[in-house]
């Protein structure tokens, strides 16, 4: 569950939600702009020729800056002076109310100037300050649309079109938002279910890996409800559409991210406080310092004084700080394969001591594998496994899938004909003449068939670790020539995620798992699991992960948790920070605040180091704007003057730009921290290393 900031408006801003509409076009527009409008404003200031030791001299000069300021002042400023009018109207001053006070006091101060009231060169600072703070805005804007695009293309599971059967029973291709409640498509065997709804007609097994995590296809038949982007393995079925639109689970991925992306990080919600409370000192000391030196009879020196006290207060390091930081940790985040959604989550990441891993689809390829062959006398593994290669190569079930690229790996090649599916039990060909059958438990069941002792010994031993076992059937005979164990493999990287978390100063390593306890303990003793520190809970029911996360807080452990299935959900929205693995589901994506994209265990560590840089480098940013301001204020108004120690609106200035580019080449630093997982290890976990999958399988 993503969890909403009750400042929710401090990231972007009242301003932002009211007049940009949170459209990083709308400020790249206005900054490109000012920044063309900036250039010869600054170049043609006295103050700049002064400082660089050069001439400029054209007819019109002088208009340069009141008429290039003016219009930057008034367009490039609009964002920020609409958003001042709602912090007093909200009576909240903030971020906004503070700029717009510093943008207004340098035109007025400028024009004054102008018009030979004041000796005060502000237009090329007025203009510099407005371009600097709309980039600023430009980059937190464009890191939002960044991240809400990289999760919304997470929902392009869906087919583009669906085949819709119309009143007269005829079949229509037809875009799938087309669609409508109440309308019947087809599915055929291998295609995507176009939308939700339920089965009206046909049986099949569907591959729901997007939706569960789990590789096993299960069947569905009449009446059973499907999901959008589940897979029909081996038979057509037709379904009737429930959902569509905004109703279904994948439009809710985008509601999720829009209300996530609105919530405002810790680091971003002290800058707005320190924001208000500048706004309050700021105008506490332009208004003493003004009737301090007014009482004093230097009525000059006291607006020179005011205004250098409004112009330094106003935060250029403070409105970078942290979208600069936000800008580039979400850029880099996504290139490497990290979706930030929620801000808090990630901020949370670096306190965690506790990573809690779903064994199925996280740490297991969800993928299966051949792990074992068995034939009977008279008959070689190679020859079985052509034979049933063949059987198979016209499936779409994953299991018949396993045992054809195992076939093909070993280049055993062979032909069937009259290849037909048995739902729920298996399938059978012709091969060299010879009738042949593969299936599981229900296939034999269904023939009758009682398997060899040497191989039911065999297959036995392979249920017992949790395998899935397929049977071949010579049906001329009805006899078992041969059995195969087919299992789902430990990722290679998996061990290597293990060892990189503790290096990052992971105190505890979880597995949790629906397997029994033997199989559990296999699997994590292969993946390097230390005796006595690290856990297993094995045989726990989906509706119990979150006990489990629940559990492990309970003793004061601050616990990530990472899944990918829709049982996984209750526990990545009770875990201090959810981590959706990106190839996993709907569900588990919108109850993660960080979404993993690669599928990659190993980009947890990724996801530690990028929460540790950025927080370090919010705080260092925040730190630096902080200290300026409660030196250069003082300085400003003049506290010093006595030991003839004082600071100029240009010398201001300068330090403002100083500033400035602190904050930004510290926020550039963030770029050396390494987010991509290190190659995987060559060598391919076997002991202990694959997933075993029920013995039970439909097939």
């Not at 049986?203 to 038949?221: C, F, K, N, Q, Y």
């Not at 059987?391 to 690229?405: F, G, N, Q, Y």
Request: net charge neutral.
């Amino acid at each position: 569950m993503v969890e909403v900031h009750e400042h929710s408006h401090a990231h972007g801003h009242p301003g932002h939600d009211k007049h940009a509409g949170h459209d990083p076009e709308a400020f790249r527009r206005r900054f490109w702009l000012s920044l063309a409008l900036t250039v010869p404003i600054i170049a043609t200031s006295d103050m700049i020729m002064e400082w660089f030791g050069y001439t400029l001299d054209f007819p019109g000069m002088a208009w340069a800056g009141p008429v290039l300021g003016t219009v930057v002042f008034v367009y490039g400023g609009r964002p920020f002076l609409a958003g001042a009018v709602s912090e007093v109207r909200d009576r909240a001053p903030g971020m906004m109310l503070l700029i717009s006070m510093a943008i207004t006091v340098a035109y007025t101060a400028s024009l004054a100037t102008s018009l030979g009231l004041f000796d005060l060169d502000f237009w090329w600072e007025l203009a510099a300050l407005v371009t600097i703070m709309l980039l600023g805005h430009w980059q937190e804007m464009k890191a939002i649309g960044q991240a809400r695009g990289a999760l919304s293309a997470l929902a392009a599971l869906l087919p583009d079109d669906a085949e819709r059967i119309t009143g007269g029973g005829a079949v229509a291709r037809v875009p799938v938002a087309d669609l409508m409640v109440g309308d019947t498509v087809l599915v055929r065997s291998g295609g995507r279910v176009p939308a939700d709804g339920r089965i009206i007609e046909g049986t099949a097994e569907l591959d729901e890996s997007m939706i569960t995590g789990e590789s096993r296809p299960v069947p569905r038949g009449d009446g059973d409800r499907v999901v959008a982007g589940t897979v029909a393995t081996d038979s057509a079925i037709r379904v009737r559409v429930d959902a569509v639109g905004e109703n279904t689970a994948l439009a809710g991925i985008g509601r999720l991210v829009a209300q996530a992306q609105a919530a405002g990080g810790r680091a971003q919600v002290l800058a707005d406080r320190f924001a208000a409370m500048l706004f309050y000192i700021a105008t506490g000391a332009a208004l003493l310092t003004f009737l301090t030196w007014w009482a004093l009879g230097d009525l000059d020196q006291s607006v020179v004084r005011t205004v250098t006290v409004l112009v330094i207060a106003c935060p250029h390091a403070l409105g970078l700080a942290i979208p600069l930081v936000i800008a580039l940790s979400t850029a880099l985040s996504a290139k490497a394969g990290i979706l930030v959604k929620d801000r808090l989550a990630l901020e949370r990441m670096r306190t965690v001591d506790a990573v809690l891993f779903d064994k199925t689809g996280t740490l297991t390829k969800g993928a299966h594998t051949v792990t074992g062959v068995a034939a009977a006398d008279g008959h070689g593994d190679d020859d079985v496994l052509r034979i049933a290669g063949a059987v198979e190569a016209d499936s779409e079930h994953p299991l018949a899938r396993a045992l054809t690229a195992v076939a093909h790996e070993r280049g055993l090649h062979a032909s069937a004909t009259g290849f037909r599916s048995l739902t729920g039990r298996g399938v059978q060909a012709t091969v060299g003449g010879h009738p042949y059958a593969v299936g599981g438990p229900a296939l034999l069941r269904e023939l009758g068939v009682t398997v060899p002792a040497e191989l039911e010994k065999t297959a036995g031993q392979w249920s017992r670790r949790g395998a899935a076992v397929l049977h071949l059937v010579r049906l001329s005979d009805t006899t078992v020539i041969a059995v195969f164990a087919l299992e789902d493999e430990v990722r290679p990287e998996a061990r290597q995620a293990i060892e990189q978390l503790r290096r990052t100063g992971i105190r505890k390593i979880v597995m949790i798992t629906g397997d029994a306890r033997p199989v559990a303990e296999a699997v994590a003793a292969g993946l390097g699991f230390r005796p006595g520190v690290d856990e297993v809970f094995a045989e726990v029911l989906p509706a119990d992960k979150d006990r489990a996360v629940a559990g492990l807080q309970a003793r004061g452990l601050r616990v990530a948790m990472v899944g990918d299935g829709v049982n996984d959900a209750p526990a990545l929205a009770r875990a201090d920070v959810g981590l959706a693995i990106g190839a996993g589901t709907d569900v588990a994506i919108e109850s993660a605040g960080v979404v993993l994209a690669s599928s990659d265990p190993r980009a947890v560590t990724g996801v530690i180091r990028l929460s540790k840089a950025s927080y370090r480098k919010m705080v260092q940013n925040l730190a630096w704007a902080a200290g300026y301001n409660i030196v250069a204020i003082p300085l400003a108004a003049g506290v010093l003057a006595w030991a003839g120690l004082t600071l100029s609106p240009a010398i201001g200035a300068v330090l403002m730009s100083a500033s400035t580019i602190v904050v930004a080449l510290n926020a550039q630093l963030l770029r050396r921290v390494r987010l991509t997982p290190q190659d995987s290890p060559a060598e391919t976990l076997r002991s202990g290393g694959r997933r075993p999958m029920p013995s039970d399988a439909s097939r």
